[in-house]
């Protein structure tokens, strides 16, 4: 499995950014798709979730109503949709991918991860 994100950048608050995760090496129809951030000095954090057959999707409670994750079969990506943006939201944004198991929002039970991606939002 392969994941690889981009699409991060530097905005100013109130601004937007779309991030993408590209992934291959199998079908991914039975996982589940993450996007996490870090922080300086933080801990890795949930942000958002999708089921990929399902398309259910699952927000942290800082991001819900301005991130929007969404899937797309023909591209075997995952996109994270980021408006509203605040400087809280700096980070490196991670996407991961796994079979569920456990609390889809806890990074312990992700195997794949991709490279990071860095956003910064400025005051």
């Known amino acids: 499995v392969q994941l690889q994100a981009s699409g991060g950048g530097l905005v100013q608050a109130g601004g937007s950014l779309r991030l993408s995760c590209a992934a291959s090496?199998?079908?991914?129809?039975?996982?589940?798709m993450g996007w996490f951030r870090q922080a300086p000095g933080e801990e890795r954090e949930f942000v958002a979730a999708?089921?990929?057959?399902?398309?259910?999707?699952y927000y942290a409670d800082s991001v819900k109503g301005r991130f929007t994750i969404s899937r797309d079969n023909a591209e075997n990506t995952v996109y994270q949709r980021m408006n509203s943006l605040k400087p809280e939201d700096t980070a490196v944004y991670y996407c991961?991918?796994?079979?569920?198991?456990?609390?889809?929002?806890?990074?312990?039970?992700?195997?794949?991860w991709g490279q990071g991606t860095q956003v910064t939002v400025s005051s």
């Open positions: 090496g199998r079908a991914f129809s039975e996982y589940v």
């Open positions: 991961a991918a796994n079979r569920p198991r456990g609390y889809i929002s806890n990074y312990h039970n992700y195997d794949y």
């Open positions: 999708i089921m990929w057959s399902t398309s259910s999707t």
